[in-house]
């Protein structure tokens, strides 16, 4: 028995592929710093930031790195 094979204008679009939002905690996290490495990375309007609950919920692209949200950190002297 062979399987049927729809023809490509059968098939539904298939739905794009979003990883979960990555979750930063709220640790002395500068709000401005952090907007504005989201907007050199991922352009305006590609991403989307959401504060809740002492913790940020960042939906783009791909995911910031412990490395570049350590630059987010607010500078205490």
Not at 29 to 55: H, P, Q, S, T, W
Request: aromatic share 12%.
């Amino acid at each position: 028995m062979t399987a049927k094979v729809l023809p490509p204008s059968v098939f539904p679009t298939a739905a794009p592929m979003h990883s979960p939002p990555q979750v930063i905690e709220n640790r002395y996290i500068d709000d401005d710093k952090l907007v504005e490495i989201c907007k050199e990375r991922f352009g305006a309007g590609n991403y989307r930031l959401k504060f809740k609950l002492r913790k940020w919920y960042l939906s783009a692209p791909c995911w910031l790195d412990d490395e570049t949200i350590e630059q987010c950190e607010m500078e205490y002297l």
